[in-house]
């Protein structure tokens, strides 16, 4: 059973472009969460997707970001104009229902340049 | 509203010494509570958890949390630490907003 896959691993992107980060839940999951690290900081939760449904958003900037979980194929977070401050470590996790341990990627690590 | 708090954020030991990493919680209902361990370079990896039972957990490579109500609290300790349990060490609570909020982490260095 693979574990929670993320790719890719490492994105540059110029000032002003779109970064696209894609999650493959672990088989038979159907929760995944969406985390941003930044040096030196903690963990901080962005989004919260069951399939096709955003459950809680809360953490995700009100502009630019945005996440989808389709029914068919991986999670997407998609970072619309990224600036400098964008740059952080995105980290994806999923569990197989609520209220349980999450499994989590490798992360993508996203430099804005 | 839920959070946490971990009050060591950075800890310098020797091998074999002993480790106790603090973590505190707010929230009033009740609430799973885990403890990942992220090594240098690489993903979370589930530490413990506690779900409900003994209060006293025991976790992969040696790790023990204790969890105590009246504190909330949900200590990490391990009797004689190793080189390899360098990493950062992360205290999350899970309650009924079903998302792990983590505590800002603590970095722990072992020296041989």
């Known amino acids: 059973n693979a574990g929670v896959m993320q790719n890719p691993r490492h994105l540059v992107r110029r000032r002003g472009q779109e970064a696209r980060l894609r999650c493959s839940p672990m088989?038979?999951?159907?929760?995944v969460y969406w985390y941003r690290q930044l040096p030196e900081e903690g963990l901080k939760f962005m989004v919260y997707l069951q399939k096709e449904n955003i459950i809680d958003e809360s953490g995700m900037p009100k502009e630019r970001f945005s996440a989808e979980f389709p029914k068919e194929g991986p999670s997407i977070l998609r970072i619309q104009q990224v600036v400098r401050g964008d740059s952080a470590a995105y980290f994806c996790?999923?569990?197989?229902?609520?209220?349980?341990?999450?499994?989590f990627g490798q992360g993508t690590r996203l430099t804005v340049v | 509203a839920q959070s946490v708090s971990q009050h060591n954020h950075h800890v310098i030991l020797s091998e074999a010494a002993s480790l106790e990493l603090g973590c505190n919680y707010s929230?009033?209902?009740?609430?799973?509570l885990f403890w990942y361990v992220q090594y240098p370079g690489q993903h979370l990896q589930l530490l413990l958890k506690y779900f409900s039972g003994d209060p006293l957990v025991k976790g992969i490579k040696g790790f023990e949390a204790e969890f105590i109500k009246s504190k909330f609290s949900f200590n990490l300790r391990k009797p004689s630490v190793q080189w390899s349990d360098t990493a950062e060490y992360f205290c999350?609570?899970?309650?009924?907003?079903?998302?792990?909020?983590f505590g800002t982490g603590t970095r722990l260095q072992v020296f041989p």
């Open positions: 996790a999923s569990s197989p229902k609520r209220n349980t341990e999450a499994f």
């Open positions: 999350a609570p899970l309650g009924a907003t079903d998302k792990l909020i």
């Open positions: 088989k038979g999951h159907s929760h």
């Open positions: 929230y009033g209902g009740t609430v799973n």
